[in-house]
Nanobody
Framework: QVQLVESGGGLVQPGGSLRLSCAAS????????IGWFRQAPGKEREGGSC????????YYVDSVKGRFSISRDNAKNTVYLQMNNLKPEDTAVYYC?????????????????????WGQGIQVTVSS
C-alpha cells in the first residue's frame, strides 16, 4: 500500500522546536521530490520547505528560512522537517507530499499542488 504518514506534531511553546517525520511505504522516497506544506485556519495551503531529487536542492519560503530544515534518511525511507524557533504563526496542519516528476526544482515543488502522494496531515500548535 502506497502511503505517507506524518508524525511528531503537537503543542510547543514559542521559541521551541519540533521535528516532523514523514515515512513512506510502497515506494522509494529517494526518487521523489519532497514538499512540506502547511495550512493554517482560514488560510490557503502553502508550500514551505521542499527538496528536489533531480537537483539535490532545497527551497524554503521566506517565513521559515533560517528556522526550518528539510532532510531525508534513505535507509529509513523517511523525510524530516526540523523546525526551530517556532512562532505562533507557524501553527497549522502540516502535510508532506511526494512527486516523481523529473527536473523539478525545489521551488517548483513547493509551488505546485498536485503531487503524486500526500500524507494525512499533522497538527502543530505553537502557543504559550
Amino acid at each position: 500500500q502506497v502511503q505517507l504518514v506524518e508524525s511528531g506534531g503537537g503543542l510547543v511553546q514559542p521559541g521551541g522546536s519540533l521535528r516532523l517525520s514523514c515515512a513512506a511505504s510502497g515506494f522509494i522516497l529517494d526518487y521523489y521530490n519532497i514538499g512540506w506544506f502547511r495550512q493554517a485556519p482560514g488560510k490557503e495551503r502553502e508550500g514551505g520547505s521542499c527538496f528536489s531529487s533531480s537537483f539535490g536542492s532545497r527551497y524554503y519560503v521566506d517565513s521559515v528560512k533560517g528556522r526550518f530544515s528539510i532532510s531525508r534518511d534513505n535507509a529509513k525511507n523517511t523525510v524530516y522537517l526540523q523546525m526551530n524557533n517556532l512562532k505562533p504563526e507557524d501553527t497549522a496542519v502540516y502535510y508532506c507530499a511526494a512527486d516523481r516528476r523529473q527536473l523539478l526544482s525545489a521551488q517548483a515543488t513547493c509551488a505546485m499542488g498536485n503531487h503524486d502522494y500526500w500524507g494525512q496531515g499533522i497538527q502543530v500548535t505553537v502557543s504559550s
